[in-house]
């Protein structure tokens, strides 16, 4: 199976205030490394002119931009966290700037969240390619990979609740 990857950088803070880590519960950042891997929806034969699946550009250009323009040097801060509803309350231009999760902005949760806005992404672009694996490296030594469907994964919502992944625009909220 012919596969398309492709890795995109970014700078991210988060806190995460639900687990035993009393190091994460502060405001800290990463560099991080994400990975998408394509897989065509319906394989074929390599047509003999152009021998590409969809051109790179094509495949890679609204995902890299909502990487580059809506996580990059973003907050990520789960929806109960307290530091969200004063940014809102108190700096509402930099509270559009915040990645807004189901509970706490774990590597593991935003694999999956990211899993399926690609997803969305691709269906809206014609549904030619479809995520096979999302990669995120969050420091050297520690990745997370995820493979599957995502809504196996995220956490439950009340009945016509849409999250920012569901759809294919550039929401992060």
């Known amino acids: 199976m012919l596969e398309l990857c492709f890795t995109r950088r970014f700078s991210m803070g988060h806190r995460l205030i639900g687990g035993q880590s009393e190091r994460c519960a502060l405001p800290h950042g990463h560099n991080e490394f994400v990975t998408a891997t394509l897989q065509p929806v319906r394989p074929a034969r390599l047509d003999g002119v152009s021998n590409m699946l969809v ?43 915040i990645v807004v999760t189901p509970g706490d902005p774990t590597t593991e949760l935003m694999a999956c969240l990211l899993m399926a806005k690609l997803s969305a992404i691709l269906l809206a672009e014609g549904g030619l390619l479809r995520v096979a694996e999302i990669r995120i490296e969050e420091t050297p030594t520690n990745t997370v990979a995820f493979s599957g469907d995502p809504s196996e994964m995220l956490p439950q919502f009340g009945p016509g609740t849409e999250g920012w992944w569901q759809r294919a625009d550039m929401s992060i909220a």
């Open 55 to 97: 051109p790179f550009e094509q495949a890679k250009a609204r995902w890299h931009c909502f990487v580059d323009e809506r996580l990059d040097h973003a907050l990520q801060l789960s929806d109960t966290d307290p530091l969200l509803a004063w940014f809102r309350a108190n700096e509402p231009g930099r509270a559009e700037r």
